[in-house]
């Protein structure tokens, strides 16, 4: 397998009417429809006829409620708190498309393999084989609350029961062999018992007997996506993932992520080609550069501080520092405390040794468009192509 000469792109989408962005649902031209099949079928079937390889969700099992200690302002001021089952989502997408896959995120620190592997198996039948699992192993305390635990586990300790994870579901999914149904009315031979396996799986955080109540799907297995940002996270996804979403702010930091991930593909005994590396990409279009200027600037009068510091609680810090004026720099312990997304506040750290609230939402761009492309169809495009051309990625995560 080479590298294709054309580059995927996948939508990236939430549970609501709010994407990445907290202040979308502000915008003028967003629709109030969210609570409806027909407002995620639409978007499916405009990503399907844009020729999108696929669309998937990001999730969260609790709203925002680390800043503050509260989810009154989530709730007040639309900062994500909606949030509908995206597998269910999933499935109501697969009915009005054909050709898209369509993906949906679930946790690895709060389910059990079994859960997951039958019921991603079963969309992968309905959808026929059109299903993407983005794995994660979630960030915050207020996940863990809603899921019977009382604290979040320690990042590295995550990646520990993701990898049993993995290795439980494929085991799962694995137990039917691809022929093993036969449906034979007359024989009365539904299927070949000794194409159907036990799985026995049993490590440190699961046990599953199995095997699977649900026969081999048409591609085998859902298709694997993850985000892992941390070292441990990026060999995680070296060794499982199919489609990797990553954050590149330029193209040469793009180029540089592109080399080193597929070196660690190669390093795990992968081919490169095997996995495709995804920056997000999120734009703002016009018919001018002028009219296009005009839109960001009605898109950045949506933003608010509170907002952006609402999801770096959530994502970055797991941590509630909204007692922190702005302005005001962290202490080093309270750095030291932040047990989130541990990679960019390593990257806040590089530029700034002690930072503001300020310096973390302007260096990650957490609840803004800071970092849009904005511009002309035209000029996106060839942007976008001039990254692929030069080994900056292999498509790109687009967010609304």
Not at 107 to 121: E, K, V
Not at 204 to 223: I, K
């Amino acid at each position: 397998m080479v590298r294709s000469d054309s580059m995927t792109l996948v939508g990236f989408l939430q549970g609501s009417n709010v994407s990445d962005f907290p202040g979308s649902w502000l915008h003028p031209e967003s629709r109030t429809d969210f609570l409806t099949a027909d407002y995620y079928q639409e978007v499916a079937r405009i990503l399907e006829r844009g020729k999108f390889h696929a669309a998937f969700f990001d999730d969260r099992q609790a709203m925002p409620s680390v800043h503050g200690s509260s989810h009154e302002h989530a709730v007040r001021r639309g900062v994500r708190p909606v949030k509908l089952d995206v597998s269910a989502l999933m499935a109501v997408m697969s009915t009005v498309t054909n050709h898209i896959g369509l993906g949906a995120t679930y946790s690895t620190t709060y389910y059990q393999p079994y859960h997951i592997a039958r019921l991603y198996q079963t969309l992968d039948h309905l959808s026929g084989g059109r299903i993407c699992w983005n794995v994660v192993t979630s960030v915050n305390d207020s996940e863990s609350r809603n899921m019977g635990q009382d604290k979040l586990l320690a990042h590295d300790s995550r990646y520990d029961v993701a990898e049993e994870m993995m290795q439980a579901v494929f085991a799962l999914w694995n137990s039917w062999d691809h022929d093993a149904l036969i449906v034979d009315r007359e024989a009365r031979e539904f299927a070949d018992p000794s194409k159907v396996r036990a799985v026995d799986y049993e490590g440190e955080y699961f046990r599953t007997q199995g095997p699977l109540t649900v026969p081999r799907s048409p591609q085998g297995n859902p298709v694997i996506m993850q985000a892992g940002e941390s070292p441990k996270g990026e060999r995680f996804a070296a060794k499982w993932a199919e489609m990797v979403f990553t954050i590149a702010p330029t193209k040469e930091a793009g180029i540089k992520k592109y080399a080193q991930f597929k070196d660690l593909l190669s390093q795990v005994g992968r081919n490169p080609d095997h996995c495709k590396v995804l920056p997000v990409l999120k734009f703002v279009v016009g018919k001018t550069e002028s009219e296009a200027e005009e839109k960001k600037a009605l898109i950045d009068s949506l933003v608010t501080d509170e907002a952006c510091l609402s999801l770096l609680a959530e994502s970055v810090w797991n941590c509630d520092f909204s007692y922190k004026g702005l302005d005001e720099p962290f202490t080093a312990d309270e750095i030291a405390r932040m047990s989130g997304s541990l990679t960019p506040v390593r990257h806040v750290l590089d530029v700034y040794p002690e930072p503001t609230p300020r310096n973390f939402i302007e260096i990650t761009g957490r609840g803004t468009f800071r970092t849009a492309w904005v511009g002309t169809a035209a000029d996106i495009a060839d942007r976008m192509e001039e990254w692929f051309k030069e080994d900056a990625c292999d498509g790109f995560v687009v967010a609304a």
